[in-house]
């Protein structure tokens, strides 16, 4: 049986959670699950499945104020009733409860229980993040950051001295265009919220920015995570920047040479394989780890035979 979620469900749809979840689906998945809302845009149903008395799955719709061209979705099964159709259940019972037929979407791990269903349902990735975490204490990452060199005219700072309003600007700026193929921005709204958040937590001491006849040409932004490491996201701030590659190599050298000065032991670089700048400049970096991520939807189209 599938029900709505009441409020009696909360530890049973917690324990639903694998042992071996990643941090992004525990913090972005399993986390979506709860009551209902429905304040303006903001739209969130889970529902839960059970069997014989016990919650054995739940799946949550719920919109994205920032990219609503997709709904996100969570589907999770507890590990001893998997591949008994548990899920694809509880994926019909989001296409019959979604607000419209907008795609699904969700992040997996490559080769992950979730990546498997969503292969098993005839779901596909648009997106790739390699998750490539550097070691700054590394003497191959340190020689390998010594050797950007900035092209001429263009300046490379921390981000101290930087007004808040500037950088939550720069942060709008960069993320429309590296998103605008895949993944457009569709409220601006909330993507100024979302930037105002995000620069509320950055380390203006380990972030960079390079600049180039006066105009802010590449932002590296750094956020702690966790002991010694620093989350970081780069590129510059427009797909044609000329010699983006070398600006935007210098900004992020100047980064991995202040984490290694104040003892950090790994910089996760949060990007996209189509990012044009930060992708290729990463292939040649030492790579101490690769965490990949990939983004997965589902359309209402495949919702028929495939489940």
């Known amino acids: 049986m599938v029900r709505p979620w009441s409020d009696g469900d909360a530890a049973e749809v917690a324990a639903l959670l694998a042992s071996d979840a990643t941090p992004v689906w525990a913090n972005q998945g399993h986390a979506l699950h ?37 709904l996100l979705c969570a589907v999770e099964v507890a590990e001893q009733h998997r591949r008994r159709g548990v899920g694809s259940e509880l994926l019909r019972q989001a296409y019959r409860g979604a607000p419209d037929s907008r795609p699904l979407a969700a992040k997996v791990a ?26 700054p204490s590394s003497p191959n990452v340190q020689a390998w950051a010594a050797g950007a060199v900035a092209p001429h005219g263009a300046r490379v700072e921390p981000l101290d001295g930087w007004a808040h309003e500037r950088l939550v600007a720069a942060f709008v700026e960069q993320y429309l265009w590296v998103h605008e193929g895949w993944s457009p921005v569709t409220s601006l709204d909330a993507l100024d919220d ?41 590129e510059t701030q427009s797909r044609s920047q000329p010699h ?64």
Do not use: K
């Open 194 to 234: 979302v930037a105002r958040s995000t620069i509320d937590e950055h380390d203006a001491t380990m972030g960079s920015v390079a600049v180039v006849d006066g105009h802010l040409a590449a932002l590296v932004l750094a956020f702690p995570a966790g002991d010694h490491q620093l989350e970081v996201v780069a």
């Open 244 to 307: 983006g590659a070398a600006v935007l190599a210098a900004a992020l050298a100047r980064t991995v040479t202040a984490a290694a000065a104040a003892g950090m032991t790994a910089l996760e670089l949060d990007g996209h394989v189509t990012d044009p700048h930060l992708h290729p400049l990463l292939q040649s970096a030492p790579v101490v780890t690769s965490n990949p991520l990939l983004l997965v939807e589902h359309s209402s189209q495949q919702a028929g035979a495939d489940l």
């Open 110 to 135: 490559p080769d992950s229980a979730g990546h498997h269903f969503v292969a098993a349902v005839g779901g596909l990735a648009y997106q790739r993040c390699d998750g490539v975490t550097l070691d």
């Open 34 to 70: 709860g009551p209902a809302w429905r304040e303006g845009r903001r739209w969130r149903q889970t529902w839960v499945a059970e069997r014989a008395g016990h919650l054995i799955g739940a799946v949550t719709v719920a919109t994205n104020r920032v990219h609503d061209g997709r």
